[in-house]
């Protein structure tokens, strides 16, 4: 079974910064995209971010973007969220995906691996 797992969720402050990281193989890590999503009670998974293979195309939802950063290390496998300006809509599960290709998406079903998410709140 392939593992995918999250870290770097906590409590903060609005206004403060947390960077969140995902493991993955490195099969999936060099060759495929990989994405960001966040879920809340009652609500859909949505997406975050996403990464093309090489890091050379990225995605972000109109909500975090100029606040969060996506970028991904190939040789260690690992993909990153760098989180800045948090506010308290943030507060969700985060949770880490690989594509099925070398580009990432909006879309949950263009994903087929993903982590068991780590939890980010934020308070006022």
């Known amino acids: 079974q392939v593992q995918l797992t999250e870290s770097g969720g906590g409590l903060v402050q609005a206004g403060a910064s947390l960077r969140l990281s995902c493991t993955a193989s490195r099969r999936l890590s060099t060759n495929n995209g990989m994405g960001w999503f966040r879920q809340t009670p009652g609500k859909e998974r949505e997406i975050v971010a996403h990464i093309s293979w090489n890091g050379g195309s990225t995605y972000y939802a109109d909500s975090v973007k100029g606040r969060f950063t996506i970028s991904r290390n190939r040789a260690s496998g690992t993909l990153f969220l760098q989180m800045d300006n948090l506010k308290p809509e943030d507060t969700a599960v985060y949770y880490c995906?690989?594509?099925?290709?070398?580009?990432?998406?909006?879309?949950?079903?263009?994903?087929?691996?993903w982590g068991p998410g780590t939890q980010v709140t934020v308070s006022s």
């Open positions: 995906a690989s594509a099925r290709r070398a580009y990432g998406s909006t879309n949950r079903g263009d994903y087929n691996y």
